[in-house]
């Protein structure tokens, strides 16, 4: 019987080796992602692989879905690095938005499953349960108002950016479903970064 969720984030690592016991189990969950339905995904496997006691697994993560909306999290705050460390100079806001969704675009159809299980676990979780969801609204905002070079967002700006980012999520479940070829998705998302962002 699946285990249910509670209404609790996800425990907070604090020590070094706590941290470093928080990355494997996050490292092990989407490399099973990768590998597997999210149904398949054994929670007892991931615990076995991490090398860490089920008990601690379900202290950090009580269910598949915070741990896979964590997943999403640790995703997103990679690319945010990898975004920082190779700014673009010269470029508009549509261009660089555009750059960041299709640089994620790319890394997340490298891996249907895994984006398939971060998706599903982040669309079907309600924020009182999982708080963690709205992490995955603030980081990805945040890397997208860093890359369009707005620090201080007015609130047109953050309603545009929440917006565009809705839009990409339909496009990529578009395109993991297969209703939408690659090259369809990034016209798409072409064509709605110059329409939504052109005037910031």
């Not at 675009?105 to 891996?111: F, G, I, Q």
Request: glycine share 6%; net charge neutral.
């Amino acid at each position: 019987m699946p285990r249910l969720a509670e209404a609790r984030d996800a425990a907070e690592p604090s020590s070094l080796e706590q941290r470093a016991r928080h990355g494997r189990i996050l490292k092990v969950a989407a490399q099973l992602g990768a590998e597997k339905d999210l149904e398949r995904v054994q929670m007892q496997e991931v615990a076995k692989l991490a090398g860490v006691a089920i008990g601690t697994l379900y202290r950090y993560f009580p269910s598949k879905s915070h741990l896979f909306v964590a997943v999403m999290v640790d995703q997103i705050d990679r690319m945010g690095a990898v975004l920082a460390r190779n700014p673009r100079a010269d470029t508009t806001p549509a261009d660089a938005v555009y750059d960041a969704l299709q640089h994620a675009t790319r890394a997340l159809l490298r891996t249907p499953l895994l984006a398939t299980a971060m998706i599903q676990s982040n669309a079907t979780s309600n924020a009182a349960t999982i708080p963690d969801v709205g992490k995955i609204d603030r980081h990805f905002d945040n890397l997208l108002l860093g890359a369009a070079g707005i620090d201080e967002p007015t609130v047109r700006q953050a309603t545009v950016i929440r917006l565009v980012v809705a839009l990409w999520f339909g496009l990529i479940q578009a395109g993991l479903n297969n209703r939408t070829s690659i090259p369809d998705l990034d016209s798409d998302l072409r064509v709605a970064c110059d329409l939504l962002l052109g005037e910031l």
